[in-house]
């Protein structure tokens, strides 16, 4: 059974910092694709940082210089370091794990982490 959990969020003044962290178990991790997204309220899920498998780094406009996206594979966890934060950062941080499988794409998800920035 995958199970993705994730810890770290909370309440934060604006300019603050939060390490965001994902527990990934059940599941090949190390050849996974690794991502975080959020959702504030009234609005849509949105992507904000991935890690591919080798590596390989994205980011949302939006936090491109304030987030890092890491993994450590022996630790089946994926983090978010986020600095900067400011009060549109607020919304709740899903963890997601892809892989694709016989030409099929599997996406698992946390429940999710709350995050507030505010003064």
């Known amino acids: 059974q995958v199970q993705l959990v994730e810890s770290g969020g909370g309440l934060v003044q604006p300019g603050g910092s939060l390490r965001l962290s994902c527990a990934a178990s059940?599941?090949?991790?190390?050849?996974?694709?690794m991502g975080w997204y959020r959702q504030a309220p009234g609005k849509q899920r949105e992507l904000v940082a991935g890690i591919t498998s080798g590596r390989t780094t994205n980011y949302q406009d939006s936090v491109k210089g304030r987030f890092t996206i890491s993994r450590d594979n022996a630790e089946k966890t994926v983090y978010l370091q986020m600095n900067s934060l400011k009060p549109e950062d607020t919304a709740v941080y899903y963890c997601?794990?892809?892989?694709?499988?016989?030409?099929?794409?599997?996406?698992?998800w946390g429940q999710g982490t709350q995050v507030t920035v505010s003064a």
């Open positions: 997601n794990a892809r892989r694709v499988y016989n030409y099929r794409e599997y996406n698992y």
């Open positions: 059940g599941i090949s991790f190390s050849i996974c694709d």
